[in-house]
């Protein structure tokens, strides 16, 4: 009797690991500083500690990581809002927002208007008028970023020339001339600087405030969600102890050498020196995204006939696997 009961632990003690090892969550990672609470919650074991195995998935680009997350080749990614990012959600995207993954706040601001270091009669935004202004992709977040920027002076994104090239081309362009001002991120807003072709003119927390700029969002497909809803609550609870990590290291704290180690170990950017130089993006260490932000972005583009179609914001969303990792660890002050 003692060796079947035995036996029937073994097996079920063995078909347990199975179905534990069976938990992988594959993530699209594109190497970059706001992928950090994945990169953090995979080195630290929290995502393990949690329950799943989470696998990182390279892309170069996050549009090029949707098509795989639509079809849960791939079950999470970072998104940029962007018209791309609410087209898809007005055509039935199997898809939805479940949390933060960067923004912009005062002394946490990637996004920025650079202006050419010898541009020295550029001295306001007024200024910029006529000039060209180089912008990563058409229809981007940080199209909506230059935009409200000049709106803040009565002018338009269609007072300036619009040029669109990948930002490690905007410093050679600087330098020849061919661009007059430039929506970067970091690290390549430090980088140019030092190399002095262009000096950081606008950050977007220096204009855009209420609402605050929602740079991008963390999706979950939503058909692997509903099939996996403790995995999808698992990868909650992993990626909020990563988050709070990585706001605890851009604040200065304890763990900031630490999590740099471990961004520089995934990540693209292996100059540590950077990292006290930039300024990083803000993570919200209670997974909270700006919904207002969100809308206003929306519009924005739909003003700019990006957009043919608005949906409510509201139905892009699904707060249950946020709330529920609140509810585990609680929430902490900003």
């Known amino acids: 009797m003692n060796s079947l009961r035995f036996l029937v632990t073994l097996i079920a003690a063995i078909m347990g690991s199975t179905v534990a090892g069976a938990q992988t969550v594959k993530f699209g990672a594109l190497g970059i500083d706001a992928d950090g609470p994945v990169y953090i919650a995979v080195d630290k074991g929290y995502f393990r500690e949690a329950g799943i195995e989470v696998t990182l998935e390279h892309f170069n680009s996050a549009a090029q990581a949707m098509a795989p997350l639509s079809t849960d080749q791939i079950q999470v990614a970072g998104g940029a809002a962007s018209a791309g990012l609410f087209n898809a959600f007005a055509r039935g995207w199997p898809v939805r927002i479940v949390f933060d993954r960067t923004s912009d706040r005062p002394g946490f601001s990637t996004d920025t208007l650079s202006v050419r270091s010898a541009l020295h009669d550029v001295k306001t935004l007024e200024d910029l008028k006529g000039r060209k202004v180089a912008i990563n992709a058409p229809n981007a977040g940080l199209e909506y970023m230059v935009g409200k920027m000049l709106e803040s002076t009565g002018l338009t994104i269609r007072d300036v020339n619009v040029v669109y090239m990948p930002w490690p081309n905007m410093g050679p362009a600087f330098q020849t001339g061919a661009i007059d001002a430039g929506a970067l991120v970091e690290p390549f807003v430090t980088q140019y600087a030092e190399s002095g072709v262009a000096v950081p003119f606008k950050r977007a927390a220096d204009v855009i405030t209420n609402p605050a700029f929602e740079i991008a969002v963390i999706l979950y497909n939503d058909d692997w969600a509903r099939q996996h809803p403790d995995q999808a609550k698992a990868f909650a609870i992993g990626y909020l102890r990563g988050a709070r990590d990585y706001h605890d290291a851009m ?38 995204f700006d919904v207002d932000s969100l809308r206003e972005q929306q519009e924005w583009h739909a003003s700019h006939g990006s957009v043919p179609k608005t949906v409510d914001v509201n139905a892009m969303i699904d707060r249950q696997y946020l709330d529920y990792a609140l509810q585990k660890l609680g929430r902490v002050s900003e």
Request: proline share 8%; glycine share 14%.
């Open 251 to 288: 604040k200065g704290g304890p763990r900031r050498k630490d999590v740099v180690a471990t961004l520089m170990k995934y990540g693209r950017l292996k100059d540590p020196a950077l990292y006290d130089k930039m300024q990083w993006g803000y993570a919200d260490p209670n997974g909270k």
